[in-house]
């Protein structure tokens, strides 16, 4: 496989019918590059992947909520029995295509992720699709879902971001990105600035031999060095605009203008400031801090 593919079109494989479907030839170059003995697609569609895997002779099984397995609820690695070389996931890109009650059935099911009725909720269940999806796999085995981002009034959703950010991320392998052919921007005009998302990520993550009490852990390790690392930065962008140095108080004025509505909700964060200054910032005397001497 390359880190970015195009096909221009979606291959002989599944029912091109199905809104949202995948082209069959990205799971035939992730099978070709994986050799996986056994595939399981957790949510199946039209089954494109069942298609190219007995094409491959992999051994294949394929769950899809339409056929009454609802992956935010239901254990991938109990219904296939067994732990797999590749698990994958397409699901829906929340609510780009609602699927249960739209595109088969006559009525939404709690377990579509295009009926979330936020983002937060679609994030929230994407984990938990994810983490079912790793839960099902060998150690050392591949797990995947090909994910496009989304833009709504004017607002831009970086959902393989975000994704990303919810999985260990000394796991992560590799980042495909699919260019679009034959969707439906690719037909648009559209006035002013405005560009049209004409790609998706094939998203690639290995699992290792860890728990997932572990991986929780690595999570929140990750989130407080993330913090950790905007105050820091926060500082730095304060003592610029202060000269590189200043008294505390002034400091505080400075991040207060910066930071703005995010410090309401922290009563502590004045505390926080004092703390990362005394981490990573040099004290030029009493009361007084400015930049580090070195970075």
Avoid at 54 to 61: A, F, G, H, P, V
Avoid at 250 to 265: H, T, W
Wanted: glycine share 8%.
């Amino acid at each position: 496989m390359k880190s970015i593919v195009s096909y221009e079109d979606r291959g002989k494989w599944g029912d091109s019918k199905w809104r949202g479907n995948c082209s069959g030839h990205l799971i035939v170059d992730l099978c070709n590059h994986f050799q996986p003995r056994n595939f399981v697609d957790i949510c199946e569609g039209s089954g494109t992947s069942g298609d190219v895997c007995r094409e491959l002779d992999i051994n294949y099984t394929g769950l899809d909520l339409h056929k009454g397995f609802d992956f935010t609820k239901d254990s991938v690695l109990e219904a296939v029995g067994h732990h797999s070389d590749l698990v994958w996931s397409h699901p829906p890109y929340h609510d780009m295509v609602k699927y249960s009650g739209h595109v088969w059935g006559n009525q939404r099911l709690e377990g579509d992720t295009s009926n979330c009725h936020s983002y937060e909720e679609f994030l929230e269940k994407s984990q938990l699709i994810l983490l079912n999806q790793r839960d099902a796999t060998n150690n050392n085995g591949i797990y995947t879902t090909l994910i496009g981002d989304m833009r709504r009034k004017g607002q831009y959703y970086p959902m393989q971001s975000d994704l990303i950010k919810l999985l260990p991320s000394n796991e992560l392998l590799s980042i495909v990105i699919k260019q679009q052919n034959n969707h439906l921007s690719s037909f648009k005009s559209y006035n002013g600035k405005f560009i049209p998302i004409l790609h998706e990520y094939l998203i690639i993550w290995k699992r290792k031999s860890k728990s997932l009490i572990s991986v929780s852990y690595d999570k929140a390790r990750e989130l407080k060095q993330n913090i950790s690392m905007t105050w820091r930065n926060l500082i730095r962008i304060a003592l610029g605009k202060l000269k590189g140095k200043d008294r505390l108080s002034n400091i505080y004025l400075e991040v207060e203008k910066i930071a703005g509505e995010k410090l309401a909700s922290n009563k502590h964060w004045k505390a926080k400031v004092r703390q990362t200054l005394q981490q990573h910032f040099t004290s030029v005397e009493r009361g007084v801090w400015a930049l580090p001497l070195t970075s």
